[in-house]
Nanobody, 125 residues
């Protein structure tokens, strides 16, 4: 599975960005998809996940109510709509795919089998 993120950039606090992740190499609807982020000098942390059907979503406490994960199986793409961004959201954001889901929610790095290259999100104060 190949994952390519896009949509990162620089935004002012309170603004919005939408990240996209295009997947290829596997039937997209068979994949559980997730978003993670990594702060400088820190380990990658979970942000959000969406089930194969799209009916289930799960968020980290730090983003719940501000971020929305969604998927478009026709486009083989998962999205992360980020609203009311804060400087503390500044990080590299990664898309991830789980092709052998074992439990819900998949909120750890080891739950996922494939990773994108990451996209930088910078929120200025």
């Amino acid at each position: 599975v190949q994952l390519v993120e896009s949509g990162g950039g620089l935004v002012q606090a309170g603004g919005s960005l939408r990240l996209s992740c295009a997947a290829s190499g596997r039937t997209f609807s068979s994949l559980v998809m997730g978003w993670f982020r990594q702060f400088p000098g820190k380990e990658r942390e979970f942000v959000a996940a969406i089930s194969r059907s799209g009916m289930l979503t799960y968020y980290a406490d730090s983003v719940r109510g501000r971020f929305v994960i969604s998927r478009d199986d026709a486009a083989n793409t998962v999205y992360l709509q980020m609203n009311n961004l804060e400087p503390e959201d500044t990080a590299v954001y990664y898309c991830a795919a789980d092709d052998n889901p074992r439990s819900w929610p998949p909120s750890t790095n080891t739950d996922y089998d494939y990773w994108g290259q990451g996209t930088q999100v910078t929120v200025s104060s």
